[in-house]
C-alpha cells in the first residue's frame, strides 16, 4: 500500500492496525500464558504481519522503520510481560530477534540469494545481477574466491533505494564466507548471526 507520493506510509498504518488489535485481543492473557506459550503466539500471528512483503520496502524511511520498531517491541513486552517504558533490548537479544533494519536485510539477501542460485528462478529475474568479473550463472560462483554483484547505475533516487540496487549494496557487504553459503539456510543463519554480532 503507498499513497500518491509513493510513501510507505499506508502500508505502514494498516502494519500498526492489525499489530495493535491483535495485540489488544491478546493481552488480557499476558500474565497468565507462560513465555513459550507467548513467543509461539508471536511468532505465528504478529510477527508475520511485520514481515510480510517487507523485501518490497528496502528504501523505508527512518521514522517509519522505527514505527515497526516500536511494533516489534510490543510484541516482546506482550511475551516478557513488561511496562510500556522498559528497555527490551536486552530481552530482544534473549530471543535472538534482529532489530526491524537487520531483519528486513535479512529477507532482502535471501531473496536475492534464492534469486541467484534457485535453478527454478525464471531467467528474466537473473539477468538483472551480474557478477564482477564474470556475468555466467552457468558457474558455481559460490565457490569463487569473490562472488560480488555489479551496481547497476541508477539516474534516479527511487531506482537507486529499490531492490535491484539494495539487495546487491547488502550482498556485497557481506563477509566472503556469507557469500559463498552452500545453501539457503546456511545463507540464512549466517547473515543473522552477522548482523547478531553488530548489535
Known amino acids: 500500500m503507498v499513497d500518491s507520493t509513493l510513501c510507505w506510509r499506508p502500508q505502514i498504518a494498516e502494519i500498526s492496525r492489525k499489530t495493535f488489535a491483535t495485540f489488544h485481543s491478546l493481552k488480557r492473557w499476558k500474565n497468565f500464558l507462560p513465555i513459550k506459550t507467548k513467543i509461539s503466539i508471536v511468532n505465528s500471528i504478529m510477527l508475520p504481519v511485520l514481515d510480510y512483503a517487507d523485501a518490497c520496502y528496502p528504501d523505508l524511511s527512518e521514522e517509519l522503520t522505527n514505527k515497526l520498531d516500536r511494533l516489534q517491541n510490543l510484541c516482546i513486552r506482550f511475551i516478557f510481560g513488561l511496562k510500556k517504558y522498559d528497555h527490551v533490548s536486552q530481552y530482544r537479544s534473549m530471543l535472538g530477534w534482529l532489530p526491524i533494519k537487520h531483519r528486513r536485510n535479512l529477507h532482502v539477501l535471501s531473496l536475492l540469494y534464492s534469486t541467484l542460485f ?8 537473473k539477468e538483472r545481477f551480474s557478477f564482477l568479473g564474470n556475468p555466467s550463472f552457468h558457474l558455481n560462483l559460490r565457490s569463487q574466491k569473490d562472488n560480488k554483484l555489479s551496481i547497476p ?5 527511487s531506482y537507486y533505494n529499490s531492490f535491484s540496487i539494495k539487495a546487491v549494496r547488502l550482498w556485497n557487504e557481506l563477509p566472503a564466507e556469507i557469500r559463498q553459503s552452500p545453501s539457503i539456510s546456511v545463507f540464512k543463519n549466517r547473515v543473522k548471526n552477522f548482523y547478531l554480532s553488530m548489535i
Open 118 to 125: 534457485c535453478p527454478s528462478t525464471p531467467l528474466y529475474l
Open 153 to 157: 547505475t541508477s539516474n534516479s533516487n
